[in-house]
């Protein structure tokens, strides 16, 4: 069990290389990313304020559909859903990588303190830091859970719909956060990335619980955990009520 967490959180150290080099250029000011940047919330905010009825339905986005109160209440409900089906081990991956993520989230914020773009005539306000955007990191979290934990009760010829859903999801979330002018690219695609790295850590934590618990591998497209389409998806080894591992 032991090797098995080391390797996984080697995967995640890995995942989080190029967060940690974007992290760089951001904090070292690099030329071509902050002309990238500029140019990016220059261009778009042009087209919103031309557009005010295509800003509205960004907003709506933003603020109503892809809020990330609105992902984490479904992560919070999918969790709650768990427990009651005695899924336990994934309950509580759900939970660490959505509490995880947002925690992981503030800090680094905290830590950059970068400032959101200030633009003339904005057409949407956020508080806070920018680096890296919370709406983005929060998308690619959710989505990840939601999308791992319900795909093995999804038919097969409709999962590559379920994988293209969660991708316009969280694309979709960064671009209303750069059109509306509350963030840099940079800080869109940094959610992205420091959000993925936290999937891949608790996800590669996930696959060595299961092996421990006796279990195979899985391949992604199936879902965490299989098994959750069973009457009862938890190994006895890790039931409330067990004393001794399955084998």
Request: hydrophobic residues 50%; aromatic residues 8%; glycine residues 10%.
């Amino acid at each position: 069990m032991g090797v098995r967490l080391l390797l996984a959180v080697g995967a995640g150290a890995v995942a989080a290389v190029p967060f940690g080099l974007l992290l760089l250029l951001v904090e070292g000011a690099w030329p071509p990313l902050l002309r990238l940047d500029a140019g990016a919330a220059r261009r778009l905010h042009e087209v919103a304020l031309e557009h005010p009825g295509w800003t509205a339905t960004l907003r709506f986005l933003s603020d109503w559909l892809w809020d990330p109160a609105t992902l984490r209440i479904a992560v919070a409900l999918l969790t709650g859903w768990l427990l009651y089906r005695r899924a336990w081990r994934l309950a509580a991956w759900a939970a660490t990588t959505a509490i995880g993520g947002a925690l992981t989230g503030v800090l680094v914020k905290v830590v950059v303190e970068r400032a959101r773009p200030s633009l003339q005539d904005p057409v949407a306000q956020a508080p806070g830091y920018s680096f890296p955007s919370g709406h983005a990191m929060t998308a690619t979290t959710s989505c990840a859970v939601l999308l791992l934990v319900l795909l093995p009760l999804v038919p097969r010829r409709w999962r590559g719909l379920c994988w293209a859903a969660a991708g316009i999801s969280v694309v979709g979330v960064g671009f209303t956060r750069i059109a509306l002018g509350v963030h840099w690219f940079s800080d869109v695609i940094g959610g992205w990335l420091l959000g993925g790295a936290v999937v891949v850590l608790t996800g590669w934590a996930f696959e060595a619980w299961r092996s421990d618990a006796g279990r195979p591998l899985t391949d992604v497209s199936e879902g965490l955990e299989p098994e959750l389409t069973d009457e009862e998806p938890e190994p006895r080894a890790y039931g409330p009520e067990s004393g001794s591992r399955d084998r």
